[in-house]
């Protein structure tokens, strides 16, 4: 396993990183010995960094990665978990994200977390997006964030870097997290690529690259597009059966369908799968800190971690890949 550094902190994470969200389920909705298995396989198989946050699962993923890791001993596994700010707290930002970050301890099990990121999304004004922190209110947050650090209950803090793309990269600039989660994947490459004109989606403007200049680390999200890069509508029972793209198409169907885009790395036999192909696409950006993965199953484990041992896709692939991008 590819251990990369985590921007600026000490931090050393695995190149794949182990999401506990609600969308894969496993952490949420599985058996506790698949999550025993599931998770000492990923230790053993050099996976460091596991991703969770309050709201998946009403506090479950928090709960259960806490006690699994608890369980296993896993003294090196690194823990990154979320703060959302709900819009009628948001007169309260300072008292709530500090309860929050309190309650998140407290289902883990632990008197410290290694990061903590916002989970809101980042914009201009809450009117336009009542999901939005401004840069107001992250100044708050951060405030919450810096005394955290202080107290030991946290090493680091971060954004979660999704809204409006020209926001998101001001408050990179202002406030220089720690890290950042952002979404990336062969339908949506615009985090870590140039895009070409009438690129139908959300343009990120090359988020990763920016975090990497300043020296924060980034954190790939969606990099299976929520199961559209399976080219597969069927969906595990441990899974959310509905999930709302982001910043790719408006239906997963939809995402589906341009899957086929990418059909040629099976059928060319550059990959044995489109996810092999989706996950090496991912880490062959040397930029990206970790490329984070939702499971199901450990078998879906298994192959993630076989597509990551492969390593990053040859740069003739890449390119191939890049010339989709105007096709859509």
């Known amino acids: 396993m590819e251990y990369r550094r985590f921007g600026k902190t000490d931090l050393q994470v695995s190149v794949l990183g182990f999401g506990c969200g ?22 053993n198989s050099g996976i460091n960094y596991f991703d969770t946050a309050r709201m998946y699962g009403d506090g479950l993923a928090e709960i259960h990665t806490g006690a699994v890791l608890r369980e296993l001993n896993a003294s090196e596994a690194l823990i990154g978990t979320k703060v959302r700010v709900d819009n009628y707290e948001m007169g309260e930002i300072e008292r709530d994200v500090s309860l929050q970050i309190d309650n998140s301890l407290r289902r883990l099990g632990a008197d410290h977390v290694d990061i903590v990121y916002t989970h809101n999304r980042i914009g201009s004004s809450r009117l336009a997006d009542q999901d939005a922190l401004t840069l107001e209110d992250l100044e708050r947050v951060v405030s919450v964030f810096d005394e955290a650090v202080a107290a030991g209950k946290i090493s680091h803090w971060g954004f979660n870097a999704l809204g409006d793309t020209e926001v998101i990269h001001t408050a990179i600039k202002k406030f220089q997290p720690a890290g950042i989660h952002t979404c990336y994947n062969m339908l949506n490459p615009s985090s870590g690529y140039e895009v070409p004109a009438g690129f139908p989606y959300q343009n990120y403007n090359n988020l990763i690259t920016l975090t990497d200049d300043l020296g924060s680390g980034s954190v790939g999200i969606r990099i299976l597009a929520a199961g559209a890069l399976t080219g597969s509508e069927k969906r595990h029972t441990l899974a959310a059966q509905e999930v709302a793209p ?10 589906l369908a341009r899957t086929s885009l990418f059909e040629f790395l099976v059928k060319e036999g550059f990959v044995k799968s489109i996810v092999e192909g989706a996950i090496r696409f991912a880490l062959s950006n040397g930029k990206l800190s970790t490329a984070l993965v939702g499971f199901s199953s450990f078998r879906q484990l298994k192959d993630a971690v076989s597509a990551a041992e492969m390593g990053p896709l040859p740069q003739e692939v890449l390119d191939r890949i890049s010339g989709t991008w105007a096709a859509q």
């Not at 982001?246 to 995402?255: P, R, S, V």
């Open 22 to 43: 609600a969308v894969g389920g496993l952490m949420v909705r599985g058996e506790h010995q698949q999550m025993i298995r599931s998770v000492d396989y990923a230790l």
């Open 246 to 255: 982001i910043a790719t198409g408006k239906t997963l169907q939809e995402d």
